[in-house]
């Protein structure tokens, strides 16, 4: 996102510099306004310097200048903290700093609503909403949401909202709702005139067109696009989704997330369908073993037996002569809905194609793993040249370069509620 750091609200303290430098960050011109307010140190100054730096990509001094801002304010100043709080808030977005508690910013919140600050605390609300987006937590993202008034809002502010709500859409396969929401933000971003939020909106667009996903034939593969996948997915065919690793019928979905030997026997029964898996290959897929020994054949007969019970309303898995063979109920097709890109780490590297420096426990706690599983998938990636390290020791940060022919939209996590 494009930060728009809504500055109008400074006019209790604004001079006559002040009030133009604010009105060059909300036009985005980041150099315009630090050169009406680069050599003062009052309070106001600094806040609209942090911005300024914000906006130009400096966000370590942009967070010390806005919180140099918020002490000089003093505790007698409390809602002029808290726009600078929202501010920073902003920044720690930016940097994907998303691991720190959220209190400081509800109390913003509650400072600016209190004082009838509603663009500030629309800004504070649209802050939460997009890191909840980060963190997977769909259900979470979509109530901060409700609770917003869009009546009112500057058009950089209305662009904004508008993004996230797309990029909400966009998580939950709304397709028609997200290019609403899109269409919405591109007539907002022109009445604001910032190029760069303007770029954002245009880039959200491509999603569309880009190949989503694979479905996987016996014979080869074909590419869908987003709208592809989600006709598909309301379908009548059980799917054995890879993306977010599932599988289901319409509304009706078993997730397979944190269960990788069940998921690889279901995505093994899935691509054979209508055949059967002897059972060496099936071995081979969820144990990662080319000897199977009598252990390997029990354990086998177990985890058949979990996934059985785990898809009954779906499907039956049945014994075969050399293995096992899914058939769906109701004599349905069996489909496998593949990632675009192959690998344990594609939703690793869905993350880090955002362009943002991520560090490695931001990253842990947006794929729900531990930091070390994390460290170990950057060592295999920076070893093959996907990824690359800014910074040493608690500054380091990874980057990746955009991935290009393609959208991560079903590669980023989600915390569902079936789990």
Known sequence: MVPPFDTAVYSSVMDSLIAASARALAAGDALGALKRVALRD????LALRGIAMAQLGEHPRAREL????????GAHEELARARCVVAEAEVALAVRDIGSSPRSLMAALATLEAHADHANALQARLIAARRLLLLGRLDEAEATLARLSARGLSPSLAAVAELTAAELALRSLRIGPARAA????????????????????????????????????????????????????????????????????????????????LFALARALAEAWPGDV??????????????????????????????????????????????????????????????????????????????????????????????????????????????????????????????????????????????
């Open 182 to 261: 899109l269409s919405r933000a591109y007539e907002a971003a022109n009445r604001a005139r910032v190029p760069a939020l303007l770029a954002e909106v245009e880039e959200a667009f491509t999603a569309f067109d880009r190949p989503a996903a694979r479905r996987l034939f016996a014979d080869g593969e074909q590419a869908l696009r987003l709208d592809e996948v989600a006709a598909l997915l309301d379908s009548d065919a059980l799917v054995v989704d890879a993306c977010r690793r599932r599988a289901g019928v319409g509304n009706t979905w078993r997730s397979l997330t944190r269960r990788p030997v």
């Open 278 to 419: 002897d059972r060496e290959a099936l071995i081979a897929s969820a144990f990662h073993t080319l000897r199977p020994n009598e252990s390997h054949r029990a354990r086998l007969r177990v985890e058949i037996g979990r996934l059985r019970a785990l898809v009954s309303t779906l499907a039956h898995v049945e014994a075969t002569a050399r293995g096992f063979i899914l058939r769906p109920l109701g004599d349905r097709e069996v489909v496998v809905l593949a990632p675009p890109i192959d690998g344990d780490q594609a939703s690793l590297v869905a993350l880090l194609s955002d362009g943002a420096a991520w560090s490695t426990s931001a990253l842990a706690l947006a794929l729900g793993a531990s930091q070390r599983t994390v460290q170990r998938a950057l060592a295999e990636l920076e070893a093959a040249g996907r990824v690359r390290p800014i910074g040493q020791a608690r500054t380091r940060r990874w980057l990746s370069p955009p991935l290009g022919g393609f959208t991560t939209i079903l590669l980023l996590p989600v915390a569902l509620a079936m789990e």
């Open 66 to 73: 806005l919180r140099r801002a918020a002490r000089g304010f």
């Open 42 to 45: 009052d309070p106001p100054a």
